[in-house]
């Protein structure tokens, strides 16, 4: 029939039909007010901000599986429904911190802490051992626990990662969440220490009261059981100032040690400080889901390419020029919007590729990947069936460029996948030097949403981000918009629907992922890590 | 197209297209009607009558959510936003009053004081906390003015700035030769007497309650017409006050011109003259007084053609009644009969015209109207205030109430012999293989004036309310009232109004093919229905094309 075709082309056919490629259907099907309408509803306040375990969060939940059913997809949640159980558990903590016999720390202002274990509560007094960024990176000749033995201490590091200091070191490092508090804990209970703080410091994406805020807060753990073994019992942020005078107090001084942590070879230095901390948890279970949807697969249903966003955001909090409703517009019921969309696409567009396509709204993002964590770690298809995964989160709402990326794309066969889609739509490849893409890997955004779960677990993945170019600007305005944003309204009561929003943007973004998608679940083969990618499947 | 483009197109069509005929080969009727899904159907209806919808109850959290949710899908299937300004909201501004009357009938024999909740019940018409009349009492019969019925209870009476005292009902209701019989006419209704009694001038109204009559007890009046009496914000009229009288009352009152009985049969007499009471009303009503807002969503799926101002009207209202006494531990009222399925068929209806393509001369405006539960709030506020002018309405079609109970051989609906779109949803059921049953209860009960078509035919637009057929395939005679009585019974106004397991979508599919044949009808033909010859709502049809 191709034949055919080609030679019908030639003998003057419309142009319309001539030019018919694989996924231009799907493509044409994306529509603006289809993005529109699911994102006013997603986003308008009646929906509480959608905060995990909330009322909000649940009416979302069930607006999209309300969306699935009308779409005619298959339920693959738990027993037949639409809906995948994300077993968490809330704890709160109190705490305290301060040098062993002296005066104690202000809780909220000088430090929180935390039980990274799932004791109920824990009492440490250690000596303490600066660990620099508290980094062991074997790819980049990088142990910031070389040649100390940090057992039954406290370690104090500094976040970030030496890249922050040295833009040579880290550019492309093999797990983009070296520089985030999570992995630097993980490493001190890996050596053995009872205690573990991170400095904060600039740069860093979030501000101090947002890192006390969430803290002083309830935390989500995925697992009805809590966190689980730690050997590190009390972990926490310091501030600055605060720390600042702990290590004067031990006759060090903080700039200088954090100086000489971005140079390669440093020690680490024991300090003359002896630290008492304490925290104590309480802790609930907090229901929430994340919601699957099937469109079966034509010739290889067993087999899947998934497409998620998650629908949560933060819900109700702390009132920010007289709103306290944390709407999450474009973080995240632009991608939640845009998955749906996609979805209608290839249902309107009669689509029925060869592998299955799931559709995933991922609950518990914010938290910390939670829903994505628990996909995966009871996923309804084995995750070796699972093609690839492509992620929508803060879909480009904002304007269209002229080029465009996915974070994670290079690392496998999707990266060539990505970019035909691009070139069908119109669109160039954004520069992997270029502005957005390096302050992607400054801001660590590929570990900063649901694909992070799924690449860390074997499966390829893509995640939409922006471009660098936007309109007829410079290189460099998309860096701008996106800046803009993240400074004024990203995690704030005003990423919401007051803010200027191009849908034909957000759908013209949406084409290519719906191309993407589409020849990604009829490829011959399933997507394929590179050779030097950091991740691999795990068979 | 050439047949050979024709047959490239086919093998460009996905798979399962083939199986049936080219669906542009099929009329229009049929395209749309086949585009009406009951997957579409079950996704909305078991989102709205969801627990975390809490009932929809207007002005509540889950009344918004319920209004923004039908908003999102008229948005995402691409329809023109037909509200206020440019949006899908239509505001509905409702004032709520809760009366404390105190009433006093100034006779020849002196002063009688009568009891509020045992005598009699009455509120303020005005919008204020207090009100009060000192005015004569005239009783006016049945308060009636039919023309074409040659009936007019106020000829020659001059009530302005007086309070009338009437009957409901009609002389029907005793003389079957008058008015329609038994079957209520909208001249029976008490909203007419209120609203003839401001026609002519009133200070106010006092009805007479018998059982008979009202076709409810004493006890339902004291109830209805206590607690806040919610109504859509209105240009205040001549009323300052209106309530009801209980039959013993209205006796003592009417005993020096002959007593209730004798003037009912006099009444009910043609050519029966209005008589003064030689007594007066003293009236002081107090009201706590609580204004709020709620909202109709509409959206238009635009015609093609110069008719395309004109629409036909797809209705059904999205509230229930919210969070309220608990039974058996449950206090949410989902109402999912009641009525989640008309607005899930409403929007399926949307779908399928979205999904078929078709657009007929004249437009289809969608409307979820709020409030119903309230007094038909947002079907009233819109035909006081309609997005499109009266005269451009060629029809209304209300879905209150859908049949989840199965597929039947039948189907029904609330005035079909009212007007010509009678004719047209009758040819519609026929096209779906449905022959259409005539509800002779509905209409001795006045069913008719209790959903939200209804303030449409009052303004003389033509309007008909689907009902369910009763003649179930695969059933016994009889199960089809006994599933109706059996809803009515243990689950209407009660939180036991849920999505059961054993309801279907076929009966409610096959209702809605209906409407949708009948709504393309309308739309494609080349005039407006007209109403019947004799309907009480033909002379208000001739004032709405003016």
Avoid at chain 2, 60 to 76: C, H, N, P, S, V
Wanted: net charge negative.
């Amino acid at each position: 029939m191709r034949g055919l075709l080609l030679l019908l082309a030639a003998g003057g056919v419309p142009a319309s039909i001539a030019a018919q490629r694989p996924g231009d259907g799907v493509a044409r099907a994306v529509r603006a007010d289809v993005v529109r309408g699911h994102m006013e509803f997603l986003a308008s306040d009646a929906l509480e901000g959608r905060g995990t375990g909330t009322r909000g969060g649940e009416i979302a939940a069930k607006y999209v599986a309300a969306q699935f059913e009308r779409l005619g997809l298959e339920p693959a949640g738990d027993s037949g429904t639409w809906f995948q159980r994300v077993p968490l558990t809330g704890r709160r903590f109190t705490s305290s911190l301060g040098v062993a016999g002296g005066p104690a720390l202000t809780v909220g202002t000088d430090f929180v802490a935390y039980l990274p274990g799932s004791a109920d509560s824990a009492q440490v007094t250690a000596d303490v051992a600066f660990v620099g960024y508290g980094i062991v990176a074997p790819e980049e000749g990088w142990d910031d626990y070389r040649g100390v033995d940090v057992t039954g201490k406290i370690v104090l590091m500094i976040v970030g990662t030496p890249g922050d200091q040295d833009t040579t070191l880290f550019r492309h490092p093999a797990r983009p969440d070296y520089g985030f508090r999570q992995y630097k804990v993980e490493e001190a209970a890996r050596h053995g220490a009872v205690g573990a703080f991170v400095v904060y410091r600039q740069p860093y994406q979030a501000s101090w009261p947002m890192i006390a805020d969430a803290w002083l807060g309830e935390q989500l753990v995925l697992g009805d059981q809590g966190a689980g073994e730690s050997a590190t019992r009390v972990a926490g942020w310091i501030n600055e100032a605060a720390a600042r005078s702990l290590v004067t107090s031990a006759g060090e001084d903080l700039d200088r040690l954090a100086a000489a942590a971005a140079r390669p070879g440093a020690p680490a230095v024991p300090l003359k400080l002896t630290l008492a901390a304490a925290a104590q948890g309480r802790t609930r279970i907090v229901p929430t889901v994340n919601v699957v949807g099937r469109l079966r697969g034509r010739t290889r249903a067993a087999e899947a390419v998934l497409l998620g966003a998650h629908y949560d955001h933060l819900g109700i909090g702390r009132a920010i020029a007289g709103d306290s409703i944390y709407n999450g517009a474009l973080d995240n019921a632009s991608g939640t919007a845009g998955m749906l969309a996609i979805a209608e696409a290839f249902v309107t567009a009669g689509a029925r590729p060869d592998r299955s396509v799931l559709f995933v709204a991922f609950g518990a993002e914010e938290a910390g990947l939670l829903g994505s964590a628990a996909f995966v770690a009871r996923p309804p298809l084995p995750l070796a069936q699972l093609s690839a995964m492509l992620n929508l989160d803060g879909l480009n709402v904002l304007a269209d460029t002229r080029d465009i990326s996915a974070l994670g794309a290079d690392l496998s066969s999707l990266g060539d996948v990505f970019r035909a889609a691009a070139t069908a739509e119109g669109y160039a490849i954004t520069d992997r030097n270029g502005p957005i893409l390096q302050e992607a890997v400054q801001q660590g955004f590929f570990s900063r949403s649901d694909q992070a779960s799924f690449a860390r677990a074997g499966v390829p993945v893509a995640f939409l981000f922006f471009g660098d170019r936007v309109g007829t600007g410079p290189v460099g305005s998309g860096k701008e918009r996106l800046d803009d944003y993240l400074e004024h309204r990203y995690h704030q009561p005003n990423d919401d629907l007051h803010q200027s929003l191009d849908y034909e943007a957000a759908a013209h973004y949406l084409r290519v992922f719906a191309r993407t998608l589409l020849a990604t679940a009829n490829a011959p083969q399933p997507a394929l890590w590179n050779k030097d990618s950091p991740y691999q499947r795990s068979h | 197209m050439s047949r050979f483009l024709a047959s490239l197109v086919a093998l460009l069509l996905p798979v399962g297209s083939l199986v049936s005929p080219l669906p542009a080969q099929q009329p229009a009727g049929t395209r749309l009607a086949n585009a009406i899904s009951a997957g579409v159907m079950r996704a909305h209806l078991t989102f709205l009558s969801d627990d975390a919808l809490e009932g929809r109850a207007p002005g509540t959290r889950g009344g918004l959510i319920a209004g923004k949710y039908i908003a999102a899908q008229f948005e995402r299937l691409g329809l023109e936003p037909a509200g206020d300004s440019g949006t899908y909201y239509h505001e509905v501004p409702v004032i709520a009053l809760t009366p404390n009357p105190q009433v006093t009938i100034v006779g020849e024999g002196g002063e009688t004081p009568l009891t509020f909740k045992q005598d009699y019940v009455l509120w303020s018409m005005k919008d204020d906390s207090l009100v009060s009349v000192a005015s004569d009492l005239v009783f006016a019969g049945y308060g009636i003015v039919a023309p074409e019925y040659g009936w007019d209870d106020y000829k020659g009476l001059d009530v302005k700035g007086k309070v009338v005292v009437v009957l409901v009902n009609t002389p029907g209701l005793r003389d079957s030769t008058l008015f329609k019989g038994k079957i209520l006419t909208y001249y029976g209704r008490w909203t007419y007497k209120i609203e003839e009694a401001e026609r002519q001038g009133a200070a106010g109204i006092l009805m007479v309650h018998t059982t008979e009559s009202a076709t409810y007890g004493w006890a339902t009046v004291a109830g209805s017409w206590t607690g806040p009496q919610t109504r859509v914000l209105r240009t205040p009229g001549s009323l300052v006050v209106a309530g009801w009288l209980t039959e013993s009352a209205a006796d003592h009152l009417l005993q020096p011109v002959g007593g209730l009985a004798h003037l009912t049969e006099a009444a009910g007499r043609p050519g029966f003259k209005g008589i003064p009471l030689k007594a007066q009303l003293g009236a002081t009503v107090r009201s706590t007084i609580r204004r709020s807002s709620t909202y109709n969503v509409i959206a238009r799926w635009p015609g093609r053609g110069p008719k395309a101002a004109e629409a036909v009207i797809i209705g059904a209202h999205y509230d229930h009644l919210g969070i309220s006494l608990p039974v058996k531990g449950d206090s949410i009222y989902n109402g999912a009969l009641d009525n989640a399925s008309g607005t899930a068929a409403m929007l399926t209806a949307a779908e399928a015209f979205v999904r078929s393509g078709i657009h007929p001369p004249r437009s289809i405006v969608f409307i979820a109207f709020a409030a119903e539960e309230s007094g038909l709030l947002g079907s009233t506020a819109f035909a006081a205030r309609p997005t499109i002018p009266l005269k451009n309405i060629a029809g209304v079609l209300n879905m209150d109430v859908m049949n989840l109970f199965g597929k039947t051989r039948d189907i029904a609906a609330l005035g079909l012999e009212q007007s010509s779109l009678g004719k047209v949803f009758t040819e519609a059921a026929r096209q779906e293989g449905l022959r259409v049953t005539i509800n002779q209860d509905a209409l001795i009960k006045g069913s008719f004036f209790r959903s939200d078509h209804f303030p449409f035919a009052r303004a003389g637009v033509p309007a008909i309310s689907l009902e369910k057929g009763l003649d179930f395939v695969g059933q016994p005679a009889g199960w089809g009232q006994q599933q109706e009585d059996d809803y009515t019974a243990h689950r209407y106004h009660q939180p036991g109004d849920e999505l059961l397991p054993w309801y279907t979508y076929d009966g409610a599919v096959q209702q809605d093919r209906v409407i949708v044949r009948t709504a393309l009808a309308v739309a494609e033909a080349p005039g407006q229905p007209v109403w019947s010859k004799g309907s009480e709502f033909e002379a208000a049809g001739r004032d709405r094309l003016k």
